[in-house]
C-alpha cells in the first residue's frame, strides 16, 4: 500500500473516480463494477447496502460494499453481515490492500455486534477463493446462485 488505507463515503465529488476503478483484465467475471454495485444497492434497499470507496495514499483503490445487519428472516437474503463486493484497483492489487479492507471491515462488523462475515465467490480455479480462504473464510456448505457461499467467524 501506498500509504494508510481509510473507508471513505462516496459523494458527488468522488463518485466518478471511484466509478473509474477497474479489476485486471480476466477479473471482470468475478466482481462487478463500481458504478453496477451502486446500482445493485439502489436497486436493493432491503439488502441493507452499506458501502465506502478504499482511498490509499489520498486516492481511490477500491470499492467495498457489505449488506450491514438484515434483520432475520428477508428472503433471499444472505447476513446479516455480507460481504457483497470488495473490488481492488487493478493498478493496486498485489500490495495488501484487500487484506487490510477486509481486516478493518471485520472490525466493524464485530463492533457492531456481528459474531460472522459472510460472502460468496465463482468456485474457479483462477477465482478469489484461495485469497478468501487464506483470511479465514470457511465453506459453509451452501451455494448461493452457483457461488460457494464462505464464513468469516468473528
Known amino acids: 500500500m501506498t500509504g494508510p488505507m481509510e473507508l471513505v463515503e462516496i459523494t458527488g465529488e468522488n463518485r466518478d473516480a471511484v466509478c473509474a476503478l477497474r479489476v485486471r483484465?480476466?477479473?471482470?467475471?468475478?466482481?462487478?463494477?463500481?458504478?453496477?454495485s451502486l446500482e445493485d444497492a439502489a436497486a436493493t434497499p432491503e439488502a441493507e447496502p452499506w458501502y465506502r470507496a478504499v482511498y490509499t495514499g489520498g486516492e481511490p483503490a477500491?470499492?467495498?460494499?457489505?449488506?450491514w445487519n438484515v434483520p432475520p428472516g428477508r428472503s433471499g437474503l444472505l447476513g446479516p453481515y455480507f460481504l457483497w463486493r470488495l473490488l481492488i484497483d487493478a493498478r493496486h492489487q498485489g500490495?495488501?490492500?484487500?487484506?487490510?479492507?477486509?481486516?478493518?471491515?471485520?472490525?466493524?462488523?464485530?463492533?457492531?455486534?456481528?459474531?460472522?462475515l459472510l460472502t460468496s465467490h465463482h468456485p474457479a480455479d483462477d477465482?478469489?477463493?484461495?485469497?478468501?480462504e487464506k483470511l479465514g473464510f470457511r465453506p459453509t456448505g451452501?451455494?448461493?446462485h452457483g457461488e460457494v457461499v464462505v464464513r468469516l467467524v468473528l
Open 142 to 144: 451452501e451455494i448461493d
Open 25 to 36: 483484465p480476466g477479473q471482470e467475471r468475478f466482481v462487478a463494477s463500481v458504478a453496477r
Open 127 to 132: 477465482g478469489p477463493g484461495p485469497f478468501y
Open 95 to 116: 500490495r495488501g490492500l484487500g487484506r487490510a479492507v477486509l481486516a478493518h471491515v471485520a472490525g466493524l462488523v464485530r463492533a457492531d455486534g456481528g459474531t460472522e
Open 62 to 67: 477500491g470499492f467495498v460494499m457489505l449488506s
